[in-house]
């Protein structure tokens, strides 16, 4: 057998990470100082992301892939990185938890989603899922003194690695099924040998689908998102909510798409309820939270719901929808994770909704980025917000889903008024105590990058649609 | 496409000034010092006085000979999804767009004394609605449009829920949540259409086109939804008398005197001419809401014992003829529905002012605690006295012109509906003048001793909405010259509609024999 070494350049982007993370580990060692491992981290990606615009292709094979696709998650991935790490640096100071590791675990678990996003066999799939899903069961527990953070990794963990299974199962079930477990090969087979309407394709969808909704957080396998958002530390729930979504969101839409494309109807009708129910849960279930991390939790549910509708459509547009809804949903709910981490100081959990009583009187710019947030995460013009939401509706109504439409803008409204609960408490009720902030320049600057893209966005979002649209050329 | 409009003919882009001029005062309120609070006022002030003046172009300058789009402005925007930065107004904007722009310096004059919490962030929010109340009513995208719509919510709700009443923050959710929800259906109306029409927001081209007849039903609803929210209609009417109660002053003023005129304008705007046969066939349920609308309305005010929740009453029952002139789709109809708007804004808003001169010296909004007004405060009364006066409808005043107008277009469209409505006019007689006699007449109520009559301040505030009720009753053509050629334009419009089905109906009847 001719063995020819494999071209590494397409995945210069995830080998670079690698030896970032690798590096950042061994500095930790070496310097006493944190900060600067996270300054360094920053760079690193910062540096990595350069080599984002370096050559596409398809290498090992067929088992790897990168196009304008992963190349635009890797994007939301970088974002979500550098900003998670932007407003940790103060935070696990607070939290006592000021160890080295934490940056590089953050760096192996973007690897891990940068594989995902990548993958083009679902061997490579679960490679990345994997590599992903231990960091961030080991960042969740990363409040070693806190009970609550004991609970939410080891819940998380029996959790994911139960999904794991789910996902493996249904990878050897197509395997057992079709002989490969390179995506293009799959569907390739599936149309060859007439196999759309055999009941183990059905059944190894439904696997995959209860595996990728489990990542994704969409009911009913959502159960753990709460506890664990709540549990985690506040940082790494920031992160949680926006990487490992949207590299669920990647792998759905690129195994569904590619893989599975001769039997979209049938994911299609699997998803739809998904999708009603998720937002349903999301939702409703928001309303009568007391935590503010628990609440922002069930947003995040309802949101991956309204995400599923773009997936829904099964064409292009709607992917694109789906991107461009994920990148915005990085900023917006970073930024509103970044204003909750200030409130947690020395002796001050600040993760209580009544905690926000009267902020716009204490701290009237915390409250104001807040509100811009919140109103951002509601859908209000002229946030971001809303044109994540308006464009996902567009592609699902032009893909003939008035209805399911219909019913997302009710739980939208619904929504408006969980949202609201914030606003009000910040901005219509008078402070009890002063509730003290821990501002740093680091937190700033994450917020002025979120608040910077929530309002640009939402005016001019020209560039980031361009963006998603070319990302999705040629997929 | 280009014959439907006129660009913009003067040196500099008038509207998008007018539109962003309170955006630029509200930044630079943002950048001033909290503590310098008079600042703050004196910034708003200018701004809104600016606004004004900047705006009095549109109205001495338009053209009232053409229904076309005038002073257009349009630029790409979001050339992906084919979305323009298209403003233009035409006969049944371009008042609007003065009123929104009057209106604002009342708010701000009116509010000079009485916030005195976060003032800075009250005039922002002020400004910013105000802005975004002339965006909508010159928005000829569809997208930008929604954009304002909406956007005018955020700050509304703050200044419901922040400087309202006691129950205020109730108040001001149930205003957010109604106009949501309902705004939500018409969004997705809008994707509807866009879609359907070949992609475009532009809606003088989606006007152009004909939609199939279920299809405008269902997009009439749609978009019903959002309109009759805000008008607001019976039965989703309910948000009003809370949100005017609860709003400060300045806030209940913007709410009558321009937020709940967007619904009528939508109607006007929107669905009469995208939707014609619908809006025909939907006639008679729109006319029996509106009816219901004016005769609830009036009756409840008899028995409201708040002073603001009564003229919030008032208001379901004057918006109700406004809503049963619009579907009268008649010319008199149209026109006095149109003027009645104006009207509505001017006296309710004058209502609400006057209500809010008196709440800052007494701190009670309830009717009993008021009598005798008329001893202690003469001037005050007889200034309450025209506006009572006016929202009654007697001749000379504004009230009359549109009232008659709309009862005449009524009768046309239909008998019961007319002569229904002419006993909201009569009850509307007894309770506005009930209120009158309960708060000036009778015996002087002891804590009503020593009150000051009104300042100058307050003088200036009221005289220019008195001169406005007696321009507008005594020569209302001055006003309605604006609005002919753009209403007969619309009538052909609803007329093309129903005569294009009559053509297809007479060749299939032609095949079929």
């Known amino acids: 057998m001719n063995f020819q070494f494999p071209d590494l350049t397409p995945m210069m982007p995830e080998l670079a990470m690698t030896a970032f993370a690798l590096i950042v580990m061994l500095l930790d060692l070496l310097i006493k100082k944190k900060e600067v491992v996270a300054l360094i981290s920053i760079a690193g990606v910062a540096l990595v992301s350069l080599t984002l615009f370096g050559p596409s292709g398809t290498t090992f094979g067929t088992m790897f892939i990168s196009d304008g696709y992963s190349t635009f998650f890797k994007l939301i991935f970088f974002i979500n990185v550098i900003l998670t790490i932007l407003i940790s640096i103060k935070y696990i100071a607070v939290e006592k938890v000021n160890y080295g590791e934490y940056y590089s675990l953050i760096l192996f678990s973007t690897i891990g989603m940068m594989v995902m996003a990548s993958a083009g066999d679902l061997i490579v799939l679960y490679l990345g899922l994997e590599l992903m899903a231990l960091s961030t069961y080991v960042l969740a527990g990363f409040n070693r003194h806190d009970i609550k953070s004991n609970e939410a990794a080891l819940k998380y963990f029996l959790l994911g690695a139960f999904s794991s299974a789910f996902l493996l199962y249904g990878i050897s079930i197509v395997y057992g099924l079709t002989g490969t477990t390179d995506l293009r090969a799959i ?26 909704g489990f990542k994704i957080a969409a009911a009913p396998f959502h159960m753990w998102a709460p506890d664990v958002y709540e549990g985690a530390p506040t940082s790494i729930t920031a992160f949680m909510s926006v990487g490992p979504k949207a590299a669920g969101f990647a792998v759905l839409g690129r195994v569904f798409m590619i893989a599975f494309a001769s039997v979209k109807a049938d994911w299609a009708a699997i998803l739809i309820p998904i999708a009603i129910l998720t937002m349903a849960v999301g939702n409703i279930v928001a309303l009568s939270q007391t935590n503010i991390k628990r609440m922002l939790a069930y947003s995040s549910i309802a949101h991956a719901g309204y995400a599923l509708l773009g997936i829904i459509t099964a064409n292009n547009e709607g992917l694109a929808s789906t991107m461009n809804y994920l990148m915005i949903y990085a900023f917006m709910n970073i930024g509103a994770f970044a204003v909750i981490i200030m409130l947690r100081s020395e002796g001050f959990k600040g993760d209580n909704i009544s905690d926000y009583e009267g902020l716009s009187k204490t701290h009237p710019l915390a409250a104001v980025l807040m509100l811009i947030f919140m109103f951002s995460l509601t859908g209000i013009p002229p946030t971001a917000g809303f044109i994540g939401k308006l464009y996902i509706f567009m592609s699902a109504i032009n893909a003939g889903y008035t209805w399911l439409v219909v019913i997302a803008v009710i739980f939208s409204a619904i929504s408006a008024y969980f949202y609201l609960r914030i606003i009000m408490y910040m901005y219509m009720r008078e402070p009890k105590t002063t509730v003290p902030l821990t501002t740093s320049f680091s937190n700033g600057i994450a917020l002025g990058i979120t608040t910077a893209a929530v309002l640009l966005i939402g005016v001019l979002p020209a560039y980031l649609l361009n963006l998603a649209k070319a990302a999705i050329k040629g997929f | 496409m280009e014959q439907q409009v006129i660009m913009n003919q003067l040196s500099y882009p008038i509207l998008s000034t007018v539109i962003f001029l309170p955006v630029l005062g509200a930044l630079l309120i943002l950048l001033n010092r909290r503590s310098w609070e008079s600042l703050s006022r004196w910034i708003a002030l200018g701004t809104s006085i600016a606004t004004f003046f900047l705006s009095i172009p549109l109205f001495t300058m338009f053209d009232k000979s053409t229904h076309k789009m005038q002073f257009v402005e349009k630029f790409k925007w979001i050339p992906d999804w084919n979305i323009y930065y298209f403003i233009g107004i035409d006969g049944i904007s371009v008042l ?7 209106t604002a310096i009342l708010c701000v004059l009116i509010s000079w004394e009485s ?48 400087w309202g009443g006691p129950n205020r923050i109730y108040a001001a959710i149930k205003f957010f949540l109604y106009t949501l929800v309902g705004s939500l259906f018409m969004l997705v109306g809008i994707i509807v259409l866009y879609l359907y029409a070949g992609k475009t927001f532009n809606i003088l081209e989606l006007m152009t086109k004909t939609y199939p007849f279920t299809m405008q039903v269902w997009l009439f609803w749609a978009f019903f939804s959002a309109f009759a929210v805000k008008v607001p209609m019976w039965p989703v009417h309910t948000w009003l008398p809370d949100a005017h109660t609860e709003a400060p002053t300045a806030g209940s003023v913007i709410l009558a005197a321009v937020l709940i005129k967007m619904g009528a304008y939508g109607f006007l705007r929107f669905s009469l001419p995208l939707f014609p046969d619908a809006s025909q066939a939907m006639t008679p349920i729109m006319l029996t809401l509106s009816v219901i609308g004016i005769i609830y309305g009036a009756v409840i005010c008899l028995a409201q014992t708040d002073l603001k929740r009564l003229i919030a009453y008032s208001s379901v029952s004057h918006m109700g003829f406004v809503t049963l002139g619009i579907f009268a789709l008649n010319i008199q109809g149209l026109e006095g529905g149109i003027l009645q708007m104006l009207n509505h804004g001017i006296v309710t808003g004058a209502l609400f002012l006057s209500v809010g001169i008196v709440y800052d010296r007494t701190h009670t909004r309830k009717i009993a605690d008021y009598g005798g007004l ?14 009572t006066l006016a929202s009654i409808g007697l001749p000379a005043t504004n009230g009359f012109i549109g009232e008659f107008l709309i009862l005449l277009g009524g009768f046309k469209a239909n008998q019961w509906a007319g002569v229904l409505a002419c006993t909201g006019i009569i009850i509307g007689a007894g309770y506005m003048l009930w209120l009158y006699q309960r708060i000036f007449f009778m015996e002087v109520n002891a804590k009503l001793h020593g009150l000051v009559d009104m300042d100058v301040r307050e003088t200036i505030i009221l005289i220019p909405l008195i001169f406005l009720v007696f321009w507008i009753g005594i020569y209302p053509d001055s006003f309605l010259s604006f609005m002919h050629p753009t209403v ?26």
């Open chain 2, 374 to 387: 008329a001893t202690e405060m003469p001037i005050y009364a007889s200034f309450f006295m025209v506006f």
């Open chain 2, 115 to 162: 916030i005195k919490t976060k003032v800075k962030e009250f005039y922002i929010a002020i400004l910013l609605t105000t802005s975004f109340m002339i965006g909508v009513f010159c928005s000829l995208d569809f997208f930008l449009f929604y954009i304002f719509w909406e956007a005018m919510l955020i700050p509304m709700f703050l200044i419901i829920g922040v």
């Open chain 2, 96 to 102: 609007f767009i003065l009123l929104s722009t009057l």
């Open chain 1, 187 to 212: 569907a390739a087979f599936i149309s060859a040998r007439d196999l759309a309407h055999n009941s183990s394709l059905l059944l190894s969808v439904i696997f995959l689908t209860v595996a990728f």
């Open chain 2, 488 to 513: 007969q334009h619309l009538i052909e419009r609803l007329n093309t509609g129903g005569v294009q089905e009559m053509n297809i109906a007479k060749t299939i009847m032609g095949v079929v024999k």
